[in-house]
């Protein structure tokens, strides 16, 4: 192991082990600190990169954001699948990132009823009003495009540019990058700062940066289901369904393995528990939606949980009072698709010490500063050493 790092990283999920792979690419010695790589919110999350259809009211620079991260992923998913083709890692390669579900066959967003379309068409309005590319479908041409649709959709619309990934086959091949790469994986948790001897920071840890840093994170619940198709067959749907039924918001997400998955509730909560209303709610509006999955086998139902912030929005870049520890946290509903230009941005920030306009709207200065003992420590950049420690605890 090594003894002396440049870069230290906490968690070993997606963005985790994207900054941990950016970095060694550019030359630092990196190890990554997780109990159990892949096991957080990445494990059940489906996958949706959708920088239009994920655009909510007031949250402009976000979607920006967004918009920004999706428009680098057919590059990141190539290089990823390049280096996975050169590892030997065969089941993780394939054009454009195929081996890990990277599928770019767009999003259909529909609505069951006069309402559901009422709803649904609010949102998409908002979304063409910030000049993203989504148009309004009649019912005939939506059933065009999926067959398997219910014929008694109201109407909908196409996001051409949403795609998908397959975040669990994602953690594996960024995992065989980073570590093709050099960096070194150490299996252990994480419960101060002060044990890190690294003059760089990278507190990727999900809802478990907020007793590590004191940031304003909280973990949200989000039960999500994932059905197979008879005979493990492909799914008889190519787009990524998002539809509101009777007042219920759900998506459905097609897999080539035959795999559907089902979600996703958004609680308040801090259990993983599934319970039985919240898979009633996600299957009835599934089968209402498209009436075929009713004959496919449930073979999941999970719980997880996000790192969600005050704004909904990431924690990205240098904590207010200690420049040695950086923020990638808080990604709430959009790790996936934020995975790409926050493993950049924070990598060009280790490596420059300059921070990118886009880093601005997401500093953890724009909360209060964070709770708890923290040192006075003024290192920062790699070559720089911590000269103090940084208490506190992790729920991970």
Known sequence: MLTRPDVAVVGAGPVGLAIAWRCAARGLRVVVHDPAPGSGASRVAAGMLAPVAEAYFGERELTGLLTESAARWPGFAAELAGVAELAGAAELAGAAGAGFGYRTDGTLVVGLTGDDLAEARRLWSYQQGLGLPITALRPSQLR??????????????????????????????????????????????????????????????????????????????????????????????????????????????????????????????????????????????????????????????????????????????????????????????????????????????????????????????RFAAPAGPRSGSTAGGVGRDRETANEGETCD
């Open 144 to 365: 065009d495009r999926e067959p398997a649709l219910t014929p008694r959709l109201r109407g909908g619309a196409v996001a051409p540019g949403d795609h998908q990934v397959d975040p669990r086959r994602l953690v594996t091949a960024l995992r065989v990058a980073a570590e093709r790469a050099g960096v070194t994986l150490v299996p252990g948790a994480v419960t101060r700062l002060a044990d890190l001897v690294a003059p760089v920071v990278v507190v990727a840890a999900g809802c478990g940066a907020a007793a590590l840093t004191g940031l304003p994170v909280r973990p949200v619940k989000g039960q999500v289901l994932r059905l197979r198709a008879p005979g493990h067959r492909p799914p008889d749907f190519r787009h990524v369904i998002r539809g509101y039924a009777d007042g219920e918001s759900v998506y459905l997400v097609p897999r080539d393995n035959g795999e559907v998955v089902v979600g996703a509730t958004v609680e308040e909560r801090a259990d993983t528990e599934v319970t039985a209303g919240a898979v009633l709610r996600l299957l009835r509006a599934a089968v209402d939606l498209v009436p075929e999955l009713a004959e496919y086998e449930l073979v999941e139902a999970v719980a997880g949980l996000r790192p969600g912030t005050p704004d909904n929005a990431p924690i990205l870049g240098p904590l207010p009072d200690r420049p040695d520890v950086l923020a990638a946290t808080g990604h709430h509903r959009h790790g996936i698709v934020l995975t790409p230009v926050t493993a950049d941005l924070i990598t060009e920030l280790i490596v420059t010490g300059r921070p990118d306009p886009l880093l601005t709207p997401f500093t953890a200065d």
